[in-house]
């Protein structure tokens, strides 16, 4: 019986893992895209006064997406990519995406909203 600890075993178990962290990102991926294009086309046809933030929340999302999709499938699919290229994608969305929460933080307690 083949364990996880047999070394002919482990390739198949480090490919499959690979694989499902893959497919999750993916789909984390998908749905932070998703939610990024919704919001967006909703600040055209929303209430005027939260329209901005409504567009600075989807702009983030779909930063959020871009920046997990970066960390969690390229560098998985591209390790030796993310070396030289990781610090020059990853940074600038990191920038923009804590640009976004700071603004739409900025903004939610202007408005008089609290946690």
């Known amino acids: 019986m083949a364990t996880a600890r047999d070394p002919h075993t482990r390739p198949a178990v480090r490919r499959l893992t690979g694989a499902a962290v893959i497919s999750l ?7 932070l895209a998703a939610a990024g294009v919704w919001l967006l ?9 939260a329209r901005p933030a ?3 929340a989807g702009c ?9 999709f970066t960390a969690v499938v ?13 610090p020059w994608l990853e940074l600038p969305t ?5 640009a976004g929460l ?4 900025i903004r939610a307690i202007s408005l008089g909203f609290s946690a």
């Not at 086309?41 to 006064?49: E, H, I, T």
């Not at 983030?60 to 997990?68: E, H, N």
């Not at 390229?74 to 990781?86: E, H, M, Q, T, V």
């Open 25 to 31: 990102g993916v789909l984390w991926t998908s749905a």
């Open 41 to 49: 086309a909703s600040a055209v046809s929303g209430v005027p006064l």
């Open 54 to 56: 409504v567009f600075a």
């Open 60 to 68: 983030t999302a779909l930063a959020a997406s871009q920046l997990v």
């Open 74 to 86: 390229a560098d998985r699919l591209c390790p030796k990519a993310g070396r030289i290229l990781g």
């Open 94 to 98: 990191c920038v923009f995406l804590f």
């Open 102 to 105: 700071s603004w739409i933080t």
